[in-house]
């Protein structure tokens, strides 16, 4: 398995001025992978711009191009997982030879790497192999990698020898175009004044704009009602509401809860059936993540846990993200509620 999602192609990216140095790259660089100077390509921009759905298109349009070549797409989060996987288990040969033989790395969201030496060491090494035998390597990050503290100045420059180019938010004309393919892709038609109105008030980034579409359609089909400005508006002030909320433990169980069709009582309860110890220690996981709050207070909010049962869960939930790639899209899932 290469890990690329289908659904993410050149075809369905909207090309604008915020993004068009980068697109154009992407393309050239599936085109002929390994062979432009574009080695390794580093896309950068913050949430929700469009890196991954870049990186994973140009991945797809390789694999769709030429058969022989292997493409793997991987988060760094789940390739560090990956290699501590591998060192508990004493196959770090095995991983680092996995990732030699392919010919296309892409690795998303590389400012994960940061501050963990031992997984940079290896992907140093893995980078020097594949770029020595001219393999394509394509990495995506959240800012330009003069900011990205925490990693070794040797895979900084590494970066560098290729090209850089950035995402940007989209400006108001790639709004439109993004809203308008969007629709169309769900049959949906819209009256442009509602389109406008959408894309002056949702500015910030794709995935935002994304949501607000959703909740749109959400809004019209449930009370059946046509999609005017005038619904347009009241979807946005609630999606503006909703925003304040912070995350909480509670909000946290029950949406795992939801997901697992348990109740939030099974989840506190002290059964170790495995319909309720895994979404336990996943609701556990992200407390950790998306909360303040110390570890002892986690466990005391799950029946009274103790602080080591809490750290021995997220630790489970780590290794099993490395190992199965069910649990890591549950997580990937999951976390999309609370962003
Ligand atoms: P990032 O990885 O930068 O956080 P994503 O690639 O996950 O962002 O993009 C967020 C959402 O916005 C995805 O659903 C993606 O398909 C969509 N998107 C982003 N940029 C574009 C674009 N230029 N055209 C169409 N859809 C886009
Ligand atoms: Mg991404």
């Known amino acids: 398995d290469t890990y690329l999602n289908q659904n993410y192609s050149f075809d369905n990216f909207i090309e604008g001025d915020c993004n068009r140095l980068a697109r154009s790259a992407g393309f050239a660089v599936a085109q002929r992978p390994g062979l432009t100077s574009f080695n390794p390509l580093m896309v950068y921009g913050g949430v929700g711009l ?4 870049l990186v994973q298109a140009i991945g797809n349009y390789i694999r769709n191009h030429f058969n022989e070549k292997v493409v793997m797409y991987v988060s760094s989060e789940k390739f560090t997982n990956q290699f501590i996987n591998s060192i508990r288990n004493n196959v770090l040969q095995d991983f680092t030879d996995f990732y030699m033989k392919v010919d296309v790395l892409v690795i998303d969201d590389v ?3 940061s501050g963990k030496e031992k997984t940079q060491d290896t992907f140093f090494h893995i980078f020097n192999h594949l770029h020595q035998l001219g393999k394509q390597i394509i990495m995506t990050s959240d800012r330009p990698p003069r900011e990205l503290q925490g990693l070794q100045d040797r895979l900084l420059s590494r970066f560098k020898w290729g090209l850089t180019a950035d995402l940007q938010t989209p400006d108001f004309e790639t709004r439109i175009a993004i809203i308008q393919k969007k629709l169309q892709a769900e049959g949906i038609f819209i009256e442009n004044d509602v389109i406008e109105y959408v894309a002056h008030s949702v500015n910030s980034n794709v995935r935002e704009l994304e949501g607000v579409i ?3 359609m959400a809004q019209a089909s449930l009370t059946r009602r046509e999609i005017d400005v005038e619904l347009a508006k009241n979807t ?7 925003e304040e909320k912070e995350v909480t433990i509670d909000t946290i169980q029950e949406v795992v809860a939801d997901h697992f069709e348990i109740t939030v009582a099974d989840m506190k309860s002290k059964s ?4 309720s110890v895994y979404p336990r220690q996943l609701a556990m996981f992200l407390a950790k993540e998306y909360t303040d709050l110390p570890l002892k207070s986690i466990g005391y909010h799950f029946g009274g846990r103790d ?3 809490v750290i021995h869960s997220i630790q489970s939930i780590n290794e099993l993200m490395g190992s199965d790639p069910d649990v890591d899209e549950t997580v990937q899932k999951l976390r999309s509620y609370f962003k």
């Open 50 to 53: 469009g890196k991954t759905h």
């Open 111 to 113: 400012q994960f790497l």
């Open 214 to 216: 959703i909740s749109l």
């Open 236 to 242: 946005l002030r609630n999606i503006v509401l909703n």
């Open 272 to 275: 170790r059936k495995k319909e």
């Open 307 to 309: 602080h080591s049962t």
